[in-house]
């Protein structure tokens, strides 16, 4: 039998296969047009006029319209894209927004990234670094100085508000505390007492 060369109806659900999706084309006149998939888990294709095919998901939270580029069709397989979908779809049931996973993901990273900028550096110079204290990963104390006296604390804040960034300046707090803590190391051992700089993730939101 001829291979068919239709390209699919666009105002139906398919069931989404190799070929159809290379028959997938863009309406003219239209920036882009989705082909959705039979399997009703909120799978679409997305085609550009330039031949561009992708994989996304679309689905509705609290009248909204939620829609996520899960990837190229030449990178993902129809079944992968499907378990994506149904992935996120079990999420948006759930009444969570995938898309705030992602940006909690994002804080969390740059969190990782400011802690370990602020250990390495104090372990460069010569602290003790304790990390992951209390149980959190990012979370950290660096000791120096073992003398009778005082203990002189500084504490160091590096974590962000979403949607502000270092509104409160905990960018600037954290690379002062630095400063502070490089300075007295310097001279802790002619002075009594004991050095500790205490990083503490989370400030505003834990």
């Known amino acids: 039998?001829?291979?068919?060369?239709?390209?699919?109806?666009?105002t139906k659900p398919c069931n989404l296969t190799v070929a159809t999706i290379e028959r997938l084309t863009c309406p003219p006149g239209k920036s882009q047009a989705f082909l959705r998939d039979a399997d009703g888990n909120g799978l679409r294709v997305r085609v550009t006029p330039t031949g561009a095919k992708s994989f996304?998901?679309?689905?509705?939270?609290?009248?909204?319209?939620?829609?996520?580029?899960?990837?190229?069709?030449?990178?993902w397989s129809i079944e992968g894209a499907r378990a994506e979908a149904n992935r996120l779809r079990v999420l948006l049931d759930g009444g969570t927004d995938p898309r705030e996973l992602e940006r909690q993901r994002e804080a969390e990273a740059e969190e990782r990234k400011a802690a370990a900028l602020l250990t390495d550096k104090l372990a460069a110079h010569g602290f003790e670094v304790e990390r992951g204290v209390a149980g959190i990963e990012t979370a950290f104390v660096g000791h120096a100085g073992d003398n009778d006296g005082p203990t002189i604390a500084i504490v160091a804040e590096?974590?962000?508000?979403?949607g502000l960034g270092h509104a409160c300046g905990h960018n600037l707090i954290g690379t002062a505390a630095l400063g502070a803590a490089w300075a007295l190391n310097e001279v802790i051992a002619e002075l009594p007492g004991r050095i500790r700089m205490i990083g503490t993730p989370a400030d505003e939101g834990g």
């Open 1 to 10: 039998r001829a291979r068919s060369t239709t390209a699919p109806d666009l």
């Open 56 to 75: 996304v998901f679309e689905q509705s939270l609290k009248n909204q319209t939620i829609r996520r580029t899960i990837g190229d069709v030449r990178a």
């Open 158 to 162: 590096y974590d962000a508000l979403r």
